[in-house]
């Protein structure tokens, strides 16, 4: 069998996360105390604790999930779970997934996504920016309402999540624009979503260029279990092409659909989700039904997994 581990982005947040995980495995806990010094607060409470508009602030999230996912990952190791074959990440995921593959250290990895989430939130006045899903319509079409919408003004597809899941951002009106047209056009849903930043499109431009220097700074190393990059659906093989990808990925649409059938195609016959709720098991489900896809977001979910990987050896 070969394993496919990937890792939840902004979204799967939620007030009172891996608090039965972190009962059992005392790593969870860990983890986060490990980022609480690096940021100067109390990450734990905070996740714990709420409010619920606190989590969600894209300066609390990004470090917040990167938290969880390596939590995760480590619950999963301690019980015995295996190394995968492959690692990918949905958006803030992908650093995740190259800490827990080695290209970073997880305290480089907090202060970088610490600073991600600064500058993106800095590129965009509050209220000026949004995100909506819209679900129903093919890719293309997706795109060609946003070429109709946009007007003069910024609004782009920019997470390919699955088949008939695509989230659009840019600037407010835009968007909202666009949603209409969606709508008009067939999409059976068009949602505003509760973000903070209009990520992956052309408005971070700025915040990736301030980021590149960020990115210098920070030391990488080559992953030592491959990563599946978000941009180009590649697995690089030098730093400086994942410090590239990271900064163009800030303005790039997220490939979701994409990265799974690569996964699929380079063998992955189980694909596990580690981090909080069941976002990416849901799409990957969605986008091959033959691949089986779990979760690692409790206990009960991890000892599942590790019993059916069990049962295919």
């Known amino acids: ?6 890792f939840p982005g902004q979204g799967s947040q939620a007030a009172g996360m891996q608090a039965a995980l972190a009962e059992e495995y005392p790593e969870v806990r860990d983890t986060y105390q490990q980022a609480s ?10 996740v714990q604790e709420g409010p619920a508009d606190g989590v969600n602030e894209t300066v609390v999230t990004q470090p917040a999930m990167l938290t969880a996912g390596v939590a995760a990952w480590r619950a999963w190791r301690k019980a015995g779970g295996g190394a995968p074959a492959y690692m990918a990440g949905h ?4 650093y995740t997934a190259l800490t827990c593959s080695g290209a970073l250290s997880f305290a480089d990895a907090v202060r970088l996504v610490a600073r991600r989430a600064e500058l993106m939130q800095a590129a965009v006045p509050a209220g000026q920016g949004a995100m909506a899903a819209i679900l129903g319509l093919d890719d293309d079409v997706v795109a060609s309402v946003c070429r109709s919408a946009a007007e003069g003004q910024v609004v782009s597809a920019v997470n390919f ?4 899941q695509v989230v659009i951002a840019g600037e407010r009106a835009a968007v909202e624009r666009a949603s209409e047209h969606a709508k008009a056009v067939g999409a059976k849903r068009a949602m505003l979503l509760s973000v903070s930043v209009p990520a992956h499109c052309d408005l971070m431009r700025p915040a990736a260029a301030e980021f590149r220097a960020t990115l210098a700074e920070t030391v990488f190393g080559v992953p030592t279990i491959p990563v599946v990059n978000n941009v180009d659906v590649e697995v690089y093989d030098s ?5 590239d990808g990271l900064e163009r990925q800030l303005y790039s649409p997220v490939r979701w659909t994409a990265t799974i059938h690569y996964l699929v195609e380079h063998g992955a016959s189980r694909i ?13 489900r969605r986008i091959d039904r033959s691949t089986p896809a779990l979760c690692l ?3 009960a979910a991890l000892r599942e997994a590790l019993a059916q990987l069990e049962e295919q050896q």
């Open 272 to 284: 596990l989700e580690a981090g909080p709720g069941k976002v990416l098991t849901g799409l990957a």
């Open 37 to 46: 010094d690096q940021l100067g607060f109390d990450l734990w409470e905070l």
């Open 297 to 299: 977001d409790t206990p």
């Open 161 to 164: 999540n699955s088949p008939g």
């Open 1 to 6: 069998m070969t394993l496919a581990i990937v």
């Open 91 to 94: 958006s803030l995921g992908e």
């Open 239 to 243: 730093i400086e092409r994942i410090r």
